[in-house]
């Protein structure tokens, strides 16, 4: 037998085997399939299953100091609402928005309006011009996503 006849054995013997070990290979591979698997047995959540609950509201009668004009709550989907009250140019805005990622829009009679993400939570904002003029009837309006629980809250600075 000659050297170089050997690495010629060994190439064509290795074919041969490739194809047993592949065909043993398939054989344990199908085996294991037709018994149950972790992943057949743990059961996916269900479509219907709720969120998670979102944080609670902040009770913004807490977080404010000075006299409060005017406090709302809103019920569940109230997507729009209005309310009368009589500022000066001196008072804070307070705002609370939870359960959607969408903007909250407020707006008082047309000469102020902010938009506030959701998922951003409780904030304040102050209006000061002075010389504080005397109170005016003015109306504030909150445009909230539908699925969104907010409160609102305006006080007068003391």
Same mark, same amino acid.
């Given at each position: ?57 902040? !009770?913004?009668?807490?977080?404010? /100091? ?6 709302? %709550?809103?019920?569940?989907? #109230? $997507?729009? &609402? @209005? ?44 209006? !000061?011009?002075?010389?504080?003029? /005397? ?6 309006? %909150?445009?909230?996503?539908? #699925? $969104?629980? &907010? @409160? ?7």
């Amino acid at each position: 037998m000659m050297l170089a006849d050997l690495p010629l054995r060994r190439l064509g013997r290795f074919p041969v085997g490739f194809i047993v070990v592949m065909l043993l290979m398939a054989a344990c591979s199908e085996r294991l399939s037709a018994e149950p698997s972790l992943s057949t047995q743990v059961s996916a959540p269900s479509p219907s299953a709720s969120p998670p609950p979102a944080r609670p509201l902040v !009770d913004l009668r807490t977080k404010v /100091k000075g006299k409060v004009l005017l406090h709302h %709550v809103a019920d569940d989907g #109230d $997507a729009e &609402w @209005a309310g009368k009250l009589k500022v000066g140019n001196s008072y804070m805005i307070a705002v609370d928005c939870a359960g959607s990622q969408a903007k909250l829009t407020i707006v008082i009679s047309e000469g102020f309006q902010t938009l506030r993400q959701c998922a951003a939570g409780y904030t304040t904002f102050t209006l !000061d011009d002075y010389p504080v003029s /005397k109170p005016e009837p003015h109306t504030l309006t %909150v445009k909230a996503p539908a #699925d $969104a629980r &907010w @409160a609102v809250l305006v006080a007068r600075l003391s």
